[in-house]
């Protein structure tokens, strides 16, 4: 499950707002393994590195896989059954969404996942999909209280669609705690923001074109989107993929019906949500289930806005948005 960078659209990184005003700063750096900035408007920053810091911290020790300490991995190693808040809270999105899939969408298909090498997991040269399946499973975890219980020991669960997301959300709450109001927040892609920009106006997120070749999030983008008051994430599978036997396009995705590597015609999905959360673990499914499943799921859940670029089956591609979304949105059609 592949993840793209949304980027802030802002020519102004320090804006001054009078002498006695406070000013917009930037902060930027490395955390959860992969990058982060924030834009926010504060008059005294003392401290406030520390506590990002110290709050990204105590997420990486909760829910990163990658973390051998981590609290999510000692409960995939079976050395504990306890979960905190953070992981309890991520289940429960993740689950909402695994519903709303059918079951395409499911944190619990890391097992295949690191079977098939998307992972970080060691490349099995021939696995056994369907044997991996029956430790897949939405509906084979409960979690009750404090305790989390699973129907096999061996299944294995992946925050990795979701907690990026909530990581945003939370982050949001820590900076209002402190008092600031204008703010956005990114990290690995996904957004999440409030107030105004230094420009007066919501913030303004570009979304990357889908170019086979383009590498480089900001290089290229497809549509510029207004925000203020809510999280937006954006998943694709145009920048992993390899050629099979029949010269087919096979992205790192995977379905957890099936087990198998995706072949969504939806090349990447851009949802916007009331926490970053669900658009996090909402963007990710709407990549695996491809345009027509994605378009139908979008008209019954209206909780979510969303913009599908997806193949035109000409070697190019076009885009689909929800309804509140078309007003808004600056697009341009592949040249």
């Known amino acids: 499950m592949r993840k793209l960078l949304a980027i802030i659209s802002l020519s102004v990184l320090f804006v001054c707002c009078g002498q006695n005003r406070s000013k917009y700063v930037r902060l930027e ?45 000692r409960v995939n190693n ?5 979960v905190d808040q953070f992981i309890a809270y991520c289940i429960s999105v993740a689950r909402k969404v695994s519903e709303i899939s059918g079951g395409a969408y499911d944190i619990t298909v890391k097992p295949v996942t690191e079977a098939l090498g998307y992972s970080g997991g060691k490349v099995q040269q021939h696995p056994n999909i369907d044997s991996l399946l029956q430790y897949v499973g939405y509906d084979k975890i409960t979690v009750t209280g404090n305790r989390l219980s699973k129907a096999n020991s061996a299944m294995q669960i992946d925050l990795n669609s979701v907690a990026k997301g909530y990581a945003c959300d939370l ?5 209002e705690d402190k008092g600031v109001a204008d703010y956005i927040i990114e990290i690995g892609g996904e957004i999440f923001c409030k107030g105004k920009s230094p420009r007066g106006g919501e913030w303004r ?3 990357d074109r889908p170019s086979e070749g383009n590498m480089i999030p ?6 510029t989107i207004s925000l203020s008051g809510k999280g937006l994430a954006t998943s694709g599978n145009y920048r992993q ?10 992205t790192h995705i995977v379905d957890a019906r099936t087990g198998k590597s995706g072949l969504s015609d ?43 670029i997806y193949d035109d089956g000409k070697d190019g591609f076009t885009t689909y948005a929800t309804e509140n979304l078309r007003g808004q949105l600056n697009t341009e059609k592949k040249k």
């Open 29 to 73: 750096g490395f955390a959860l393994g992969t990058t982060y900035s924030f834009i926010l408007q504060m008059h005294d920053t003392t401290g406030l590195q520390n506590g990002i810091d110290s709050l990204f911290k105590t997420i990486d020790m909760s829910m990163s896989v990658f973390n051998p300490s981590s609290l999510i991995n």
């Open 78 to 82: 079976n050395m504990t059954d306890s």
């Open 171 to 175: 982050m949001g709450e820590f900076l």
């Open 205 to 207: 997120i570009g979304i």
């Open 218 to 223: 900001g290089k290229e983008q497809q549509a």
């Open 241 to 250: 993929f390899y050629i099979d036997s029949s010269g087919r396009k096979v």
């Open 266 to 308: 939806v090349l990447s999905a851009t949802v916007i949500a009331r926490t970053c959360a669900e658009a996090d673990a909402a963007a990710t499914m709407l990549t695996i289930v491809g345009l027509d499943q994605a378009q139908k799921l979008l008209e019954q859940h209206n909780e979510w806005d969303a913009l599908l």
